[in-house]
């Protein structure tokens, strides 16, 4: 009997050490969420104190009694399941909240802060996703004839496919007027509904201008901010920022200015602004702190 119990007392001892470790982030999540920042703290701040606080509680909880920190666990599991029904708020969603943690700032003139928890993210993901029309035959036919509608073949020989990206953000981009959504409503129209009439508030845009990027084999990706959804696009790698640079620059001369080219870092790909409040790609951030950055498939 003695050599039967001493295994099971093992394996609940790695049990409770196990829950020990994994509670830790989902307890800052919830503190970071309902704790807000003090003043004017940076949120990465906040949230790195909040995970030091949560990893103090859960070592002090297990040394005080073990059966509390698994009830502890139940808990705040019973809080995610709780916000995933009521609240639009899953462990996806956690995810998606802190996918911006994955994006390094580069050449901004702002100080930045690029993740900070929001509620309510996850479901602008699944909207966002489910509005778009990357393969939808009307949708490849405005983005192939508009991709080509500017610069001609002498700059798609010497920039590539960039060349068509960037005629896709001009076309766009001077014939976009802004209409707000319907009283009341948060509406993300269908690409192939904004693209008849170029016209829609911020989501709208993104929606249509990262379809209309997929549709012609780019990658795109949609970026929350505090008050703002935008487009980014992928156009190479770090080491490509110089040439980049130098597209963008003899594209849009008058544009530019002498302006900079801002950028997002996600580990070595580069991904340009393609947001309308900017006057050419790469223009400055509307707002330069971040909320959720949401991807696609290849």
Not at 71 to 99: A, P, W
Not at 187 to 194: L, R, V
Not at 227 to 243: A, P, Q, R
Request: charged share 20%.
């Amino acid at each position: 009997m003695t050599g039967l119990l001493q295994p099971l007392r093992q394996l609940l001892n790695f049990a409770v050490r196990f829950i020990q470790i994994i509670i830790v982030f989902p307890m800052a999540v919830l503190l970071s969420f309902y704790v807000p920042p003090y003043n004017s703290m940076d949120y990465e701040l906040h949230f790195l104190l909040c995970l030091m606080f949560a990893a103090a509680v859960s070592v002090l909880v297990t040394k005080f009694s073990r059966k509390l920190i698994v009830l502890m666990f139940f808990v705040i599991l019973g809080m995610f399941v709780f916000n995933s029904t009521f609240k639009n708020q899953t462990f996806e969603g956690i995810y998606d909240d802190y996918n911006a943690m994955l994006v390094n700032m580069t050449s901004n003139p702002h100080d930045v802060s690029y993740f900070r928890p929001v509620r309510g993210t996850y479901f602008q993901d699944q909207r966002v996703k489910s509005a778009m029309q990357a393969t939808h035959p009307k949708v490849r036919s405005f983005a192939v004839e508009n991709s080509t509608r500017y610069f001609h073949d002498e700059y798609y020989r010497k920039f590539g496919k960039m060349t068509r990206y960037f005629s896709l953000f001009k076309h766009i981009r001077l014939n976009w007027k802004y209409v707000n959504d319907p009283l009341g409503m948060d509406y993300y129209a269908p690409p192939i509904e904004s693209m008849s009439f170029l016209a829609g508030d911020c989501d709208d845009y993104a929606i249509l201008m990262a379809s209309s990027i997929m549709a012609i084999g780019g990658e795109a990706r949609v970026v929350i901010s505090p008050n703002h959804m935008y487009t980014e696009v992928k156009l190479g790698s770090v080491e490509d920022l110089d040439e980049i640079t130098y597209a963008v620059r003899t594209l849009f001369p008058d544009e530019v200015a002498g302006g900079k080219i801002h950028f997002h870092e996600t580990g070595d790909d580069l991904w340009i602004n393609f947001d309308y409040t900017a006057s050419y790609p790469g223009g400055p951030f509307l707002e330069p702190e971040l909320y959720s950055v949401i991807t696609f498939g290849k």
